[in-house]
């Protein structure tokens, strides 16, 4: 609820701080229990950043994050702790997630430890069931990172995030880094995970193509704001902001009876460090009005179809 995240850029022989970065800057939104929200946006809009905060692997500078009834935002390292189990997540290069030292079985092992679950026998029982539950067998445990494919390693990432029985996955990117063969793979892993497991996703993609298929209401953020949100089928039917728009134009689509006009937007994505004023989006955008250049537009709901952009006013 209103999240905000701003870094500070400093420069010169003092380190003074000469301008800030913002990374996510006033988003709100909420993930229902069951369900998996995709969030989608170009490198650098603040999505990765977003689902960090959630874990608080970076401290927030504004907002509130409520877990439950918890509010995540106020709690001590010892509270944090205990709700990190109900909250994994699953990153996009597996391999830099996995110690390359450690056997698979010992990665594995490894978060009960942390959270003192388990005796010995029931926590090698349990890193026996999570290989096969991610399709892999208890023979791997013994092995090495190194050892497997990028498929593989991801579903040894998902097996690891899995090990402290989660309400609440982040999977930033977790399939961006694979194959596209591989990709359809563990996307349906994932998706009989959650069914299994009644596991909730936040689900982080640059590729719309991506969530679709995965999410049931889809976000887009553009330079650190949320600028729409809706249940996936509205949003891919009925996208209303221009920049949803022109992502979406660039999606192929399977049914040759649909013509879609590729919209392009011109110029690059501007600096977080220097965002445009009002709209952020206004310098790029093909509907731009006078007033967007000065004011930010409200992030508004119009029958839960959430968007921020001055063409929808009642
Ligand atoms: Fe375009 Fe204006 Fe809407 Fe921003 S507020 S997306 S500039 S029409
Ligand atoms: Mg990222």
Known sequence: NGLKKYFPITGGIFGKKTGEVKAVDDISFFVKKGETLGIVGESGCGK????????????????????????ITSMTKSEL??????????????????????????ILEEPLIVHGIGTKEERKKRVQEMLDIV?????????????????????????????????????????????????AQVLNLMKDIQNEFQLTYLFIAHDLGVVRHISDRVGVMYLGRL?????SEELYNNPLHPYTKALLSAVPIADPEIKRERITIS???????????????????P????????TRPEYRSIDGHYVACHLYKN
């Open 48 to 71: 990765s950043t977003t689902g960090r905060l959630l874990m608080r692997l970076i401290e927030a500078s504004d907002g509130r994050i409520l877990f439950e009834d918890k509010e």
């Open 81 to 106: 702790r205990k709700t990190r189990r109900d909250i994994q997540m699953v990153f996009q290069d597996p391999y830099a997630s996995l110690n390359p030292r450690h056997s698979i079985g010992k």
């Open 135 to 183: 399709g892999l067998s208890s023979y791997h445990a013994r092995r090495y990172p190194h050892q497997f494919s990028g498929g593989q390693r991801q579903r040894i990432g998902i097996a690891k995030a899995l090990m402290t029985k989660p309400k609440l996955i982040i999977a930033d990117e977790p399939v961006s880094a694979l194959d596209v063969s591989i990709q």
């Open 227 to 231: 600028i729409e949100l809706s249940d």
């Open 267 to 285: 110029g690059e994505i501007p600096s977080p460090s220097n965002p445009p004023s009002g709209c952020a989006f206004h310098t790029r955008c």
């Open 287 to 294: 509907e731009c009005m006078d007033m967007c250049k000065t």
